[in-house]
């Protein structure tokens, strides 16, 4: 069993900051890449970021020059540093974790609301 679990949601008023935390725990022997998506109601889920075990990392054009994402390995941990919030961030944020044996896990997901 994987777990895996989001937190740090919450509303804020445009223009300002919020950090999502995602830990994974149980029987994960190693992590490959871990990930950030994103749905807005009515919306298809899509993809914010992205780190591979090494630090590579990949953000969205919509997010660039305000989003950071990192992560701990000892913690089986990911970040995700939102700053300049914009009332089109609002949406739920969904962790992933994709195992060395491609296995894919998600969170329950984090409610963002960025008021205007």
């Known amino acids: 069993q994987v777990q895996v679990v989001e937190s740090g949601g919450g509303l804020v008023q445009a223009g300002g900051s919020l950090r999502l935390s995602c830990a994974a725990s149980?029987?994960?022997?190693?992590?490959?890449?871990m990930a950030w998506y994103r749905q807005a109601p009515g919306k298809q889920r899509e993809l914010v970021a992205t780190i591979t075990s090494g630090g590579s990392t990949g953000l969205a054009d919509s997010v660039k020059g305000r989003f950071t994402i990192s992560r701990d390995n000892a913690k089986n941990t990911v970040y995700l540093q939102m700053n300049s919030l914009k009332p089109e961030d609002t949406a739920v944020y969904f962790c992933n974790v994709v195992t060395m044996s491609r296995r894919s896990y998600w969170g329950q997901g984090a409610q963002v609301t960025v008021s205007s």
């Open positions: 149980g029987s994960i022997f190693s992590i490959n890449a």
